[in-house]
């Protein structure tokens, strides 16, 4: 069975054909070399205050030559990232800024110059080695970050980047669920321009296989759950393989369960392990700590904005100037939920008279007309300016930056056992429901965008949904 198609990997950026792994490779190098080169020059300042990186003194007697030092430096610091694979771009690598493995390499750079030191008895200041590589780690973070929200997203929010891809399975429902959620989620970079219905792997169904790829230019396929049982299932990503074509395969809806599958190879078989979602001790330090001193930071920063509503609530619509709700939080706990009140009071004696953008009998209620609330209220909602009191309940540990969304009584009450798993973390002022629609989502999705959260946590995520949430706000999509 002979089948020619060529897998394209490139695309047009002004008119000008550019391979996207060159266009990538070129913006991720440029990013880390400035990364590093402020680290060294910066370490280099505050170590020697009176002497100037680029200027021709050099640092008091030593016979020590710290500037060649640091060239060489900086010269084997990116040639490490080089030729450890860091850019070898992939589609599961370049999505998520493929952050861990530099700043893994980085810190594996530094141990061998650390050794390389020690053994070859070259004495230079411990300070500035610190420095370097605290900075680097620092530096490099936020120059892949910029690299990825200023150049690289935009391109896959625009498909000028983005992985074509073929989505089988066994019956058209499931196909189209996953199709559509993958194509309301630009920013996987995936663009879905086939969708294949297989009953069964037969020479027949590889022919059409066979005729479509003539036809679309085919990088990754996606195997839906139920095809694993296929006896040619193995044959087929052989097949996927010789065409040069990647194959991804869900085995089930795992990410809704609030586990992760991971591989746990025994002899012979291969075993797939549920894993729990756990976030260690150092991390859950690290979480508080930052939460603490984002929110504090943010209510220093803009209490006057905070002033300024308080009083427009008041001028326009009278006390309370603050509304308060019973939410359920880490491990089922009741807590004070907080915002500035954007209806008008006594609003929930009104409820019976406003119709609910979701089903009857859902739990949450949510209106794009709802004329309970107050014109200084519509603006507030439009722009989540309501849920800035939010952050006082951060600094009372009740809710965190970013986590879940604070979920109702009423809601937590219709929890089978997976559901209630969204509940083994503070909810959070913004999270994944925030950036991916908010109110114009379901319960069913919005809980398991939750339950990814958790299954996938990260701190570097946490800091890439923070980011994200400001063009969600402006773009207000969701918010009413």
């Not at 002979?2 to 490139?10: A, E, H």
């Not at 060489?72 to 800024?97: E, K, M, P």
């Not at 110059?113 to 020690?118: K, Q, V």
């Not at 929890?415 to 991916?436: D, F």
């Amino acid at each position: 069975m002979s089948v020619k198609t060529v897998v394209s990997s490139s695309i047009v950026v002004r008119n000008v054909r550019v391979d996207k792994k060159i266009l990538i490779f070129v913006i991720l190098i440029i990013a880390d070399s400035l990364a590093i080169s402020l680290s060294v020059i910066t370490a280099y300042q505050f170590r020697f205050k009176t002497f100037t990186f680029f200027s021709n003194s050099e640092v008091g007697s030593t016979e020590f030559n710290y500037k060649l030092f640091l060239l060489i430096v900086t010269f084997g610091w990116l040639s490490t990232l080089i030729v450890t694979g860091t850019y070898q771009i992939t589609h599961a690598n370049l999505f998520v800024l493929n952050v861990q493995n530099v700043l893994k390499r980085t810190m594996y750079f530094f141990f061998i110059l650390g050794f390389i030191s020690f053994i070859s008895k070259v004495l230079f200041s411990r300070i500035l080695f610190l420095l370097m590589l605290v900075l680097g780690l620092i530096f490099l973070f936020i120059g892949r970050t910029l690299a990825y929200f200023v150049f690289i997203r935009p391109m896959i929010l625009d498909k000028k980047i983005a992985s074509k891809l073929m989505v089988i399975g066994r019956d058209a429902k499931t196909i189209k669920t996953y199709s559509e959620w993958i194509i309301q989620n630009r920013t996987l970079g995936y663009s879905v321009v086939s969708r294949l219905l297989c009953n069964k792997i037969t020479i027949a169904w590889i022919e059409e296989f066979d005729r479509v790829l003539r036809y679309k230019k085919i990088e990754q396929v996606l195997l839906l759950p139920g095809m694993e049982s296929d006896k040619n299932f193995s044959k087929f990503i052989h097949y996927c393989e010789d065409l040069k074509i990647n194959v991804n395969w869900v085995p089930l809806d795992s990410g809704n369960l609030g586990y992760w599958l991971i591989p746990s190879p025994q002899v012979g078989i291969p075993f797939l392990s549920f894993t729990k979602s756990y976030i260690s001790l150092p991390w859950k330090v690290v979480k508080r700590v930052f939460d603490l001193i984002f929110a504090i930071a943010f209510l220093l920063i803009f209490s006057p904005l905070l002033i300024a509503i308080s009083m427009l609530v008041l001028v326009t619509s009278g006390w309370p100037i603050f509304y308060s709700q019973t939410r359920i939080g880490l491990n089922g706990r009741p807590f004070k939920f907080y915002k500035f009140r954007s209806m008008i009071v006594n609003a929930d004696k009104k409820l019976s008279e406003v119709s609910n953008i979701h089903a009857k009998d859902h739990v949450i209620f949510k209106s794009k007309e709802d004329p309970r609330v107050t014109p200084i209220g519509r603006i507030l909602r439009r722009y989540s300016l309501d849920e800035l009191p939010q952050f006082f309940n951060v600094l009372n540990n009740s809710m965190s930056v970013v986590g879940p969304r604070p979920a109702l009584t009423r809601e937590v009450n219709l929890y089978n056992s997976t559901y209630e798993r969204r509940l083994n973390s503070k909810p959070g002022i913004t999270g994944p429901w925030q950036v991916s629609g908010r109110s114009d989502l379901d319960l069913q999705t919005s809980i398991s965008l939750d339950l990814n959260y958790l299954t996938n946590w990260s701190f570097t995520r946490d800091l890439a949904i923070i980011a994200s949430t400001v063009g969600a706000i402006f773009k207000g999509k969701g918010a009413y």
